[in-house]
C-alpha cells in the first residue's frame, strides 16, 4: 500500500472526483460560458486544474504504455494494453487508423474511472455499512460458509445458493447510489413527460438517490434492510421498478454484468477471512463525502480489520 506509483494514481483520482463537480457545472449549463469572461470560467469551474490533471493522468498511463512496449510479447500478449499495441502496428499503414497512444492513455483512464473506481467505492461503501451492522455481516458469513468451504473461492454458479449476499450487495447498491444523478443524457425530440414539456435538445439527468428512497417503491427506504431483497422462503428477488443504480434501457451501464461479477466474487472472498468493524471508541459516519458532489463516496476515514478464527 506504500507503492508510490499506487499513492500517485489513487491521489489523481482523488484530486479528480473533487473537482469534477465543478467541471460538469458548463457541461450542464453550457450557456454559462458565453456569458462569463474565459478567465472567470476557468477560474470558476476550475478548468485548469481539471486540464492539470488530465495532463498528469495522460503522463502516468503513457508510462505504462512504454514498459507495455519495451516488454511487449506478440505471441503472448498480456492485456489490453499489449492488444492495443498490436492492433496500433497492424494499422500503422491504414490511411484511415485511428488508433494512437493519446486514445490508448485515454481508454485507460475511462476503463478506471468507470469500470474500477465505481466498483472499489461500492465496496468500501460495504466495508463501512456492514462495520456498522455486525448482526447483517456475521449473517451473510454464516452463508458464506455454509456455501463455500474454507480456502474455496466463489464462482457465479454459486450466486444462486448465496441469497442474502445477494441482498446485502443489493441493499448496499440502492443505499449508497453512487451514481446519484446517473449520467446525462440528451432530449432527440420534444417530448411530454409527467406534465412537464421537455424540448429537443435538453439535456437530462435522473434522480437515482431519490428514486432509491421513495416510499412508493420501498418500505421504510431510510434503513439499512438486505432482508427486504428476500422472499418469504428466503430467496433472492430483484427489484426492477424503484431501482437503478445502472440506470435504465438502451443507454444503461455497459458495465453492468461486470460490476456485478466483481462486487459478488470480491465480497464473498474478503469477507470469507476478515471482519471490519468500528474502531474503538469510534463509529462509522456513513454520510456521503459533501467535497464529491455526482457521486455519493464514502468519506476517508478508519475501520478496524481482524482476521477470522481459524484463517
Given at each position: 500500500m506504500d507503492d508510490p506509483r499506487l499513492l500517485e494514481f489513487e491521489d489523481l483520482i482523488r484530486v479528480f472526483m473533487e473537482s469534477i463537480a465543478h467541471l460538469a457545472i458548463p457541461d450542464i449549463f453550457?450557456?454559462?460560458?458565453?456569458?462569463?469572461?474565459?478567465?472567470?470560467?476557468?477560474?470558476?469551474?476550475?478548468l485548469d486544474l481539471q486540464k492539470k490533471n488530465i495532463y498528469k493522468f495522460l503522463n502516468y498511463f503513457n508510462k505504462e504504455i512504454e514498459e507495455h512496449r519495451a516488454t511487449l510479447d506478440r505471441d503472448c500478449p498480456r492485456d489490453l494494453i499489449d492488444g492495443y499495441l498490436m492492433m496500433m502496428e497492424e494499422k500503422a499503414e491504414d490511411p484511415d487508423n485511428t488508433f494512437s497512444e493519446?486514445?490508448?492513455?485515454?481508454?485507460?483512464?475511462?476503463?478506471?474511472?468507470?469500470?474500477?473506481?465505481?466498483?472499489?467505492?461500492?465496496?468500501?461503501?460495504?466495508?463501512?455499512?456492514?462495520?456498522?451492522?455486525?448482526e447483517v455481516q456475521q449473517k451473510m458469513q454464516a452463508e458464506i460458509d455454509e456455501v463455500l468451504p474454507k480456502g474455496t473461492l466463489a464462482t457465479l454458479e454459486d450466486k444462486l445458493r448465496m441469497p442474502y449476499t445477494e441482498a446485502v450487495i443489493h441493499e448496499i447498491l440502492r443505499k449508497s447510489s453512487l451514481a446519484a444523478t446517473g449520467v446525462?443524457?440528451?432530449?432527440?425530440?420534444?417530448?411530454?413527460?409527467?406534465g412537464y414539456f421537455i424540448p429537443k435538445g435538453t439535456i437530462v439527468m435522473g434522480a437515482q438517490e431519490t428514486v432509491h428512497h421513495d416510499p412508493r417503491y420501498w418500505d421504510r427506504?431510510?434503513?439499512?434492510?438486505?432482508?427486504?431483497?428476500?422472499?418469504?422462503?428466503?430467496?433472492?428477488?430483484?427489484?426492477?421498478?424503484?431501482?437503478?443504480?445502472?440506470?435504465?434501457?438502451?443507454r444503461s451501464c455497459l458495465g453492468e454484468a461486470l460490476a456485478r461479477m466483481e462486487l459478488f466474487i470480491f465480497s464473498t472472498t474478503v469477507f470469507q477471512s476478515l471482519i471490519f468493524s468500528q474502531p474503538p471508541g469510534k463509529k462509522i459516519d456513513?454520510?456521503?463525502?459533501?467535497?464529491?458532489?455526482?457521486?455519493?463516496?464514502?468519506?476517508?476515514?478508519?475501520?478496524?480489520?481482524t482476521i477470522r478464527p481459524g484463517f
Open positions: 453550457p450557456w454559462i460560458m458565453y456569458i462569463l469572461p474565459g478567465a472567470l470560467t476557468g477560474l470558476i469551474f476550475h493519446k486514445d490508448l492513455a485515454i481508454l485507460i483512464l475511462d476503463l478506471f474511472l468507470a469500470g474500477s473506481e465505481s466498483s472499489t467505492i461500492t465496496l468500501t461503501w460495504m466495508f463501512y455499512y456492514l462495520a456498522t451492522y455486525p446525462q443524457h440528451v432530449a432527440t425530440r420534444d417530448t411530454q413527460l409527467g427506504p431510510d434503513e439499512f434492510l438486505p432482508e427486504r431483497w428476500l422472499d418469504q422462503q428466503g430467496k433472492f428477488t430483484a427489484k426492477k421498478e424503484g431501482f437503478l443504480p445502472f440506470g435504465v434501457g438502451k456513513l454520510p456521503y463525502d459533501p467535497k464529491v458532489v455526482f457521486t455519493h463516496n464514502p468519506k476517508i476515514q478508519d475501520v478496524l480489520i
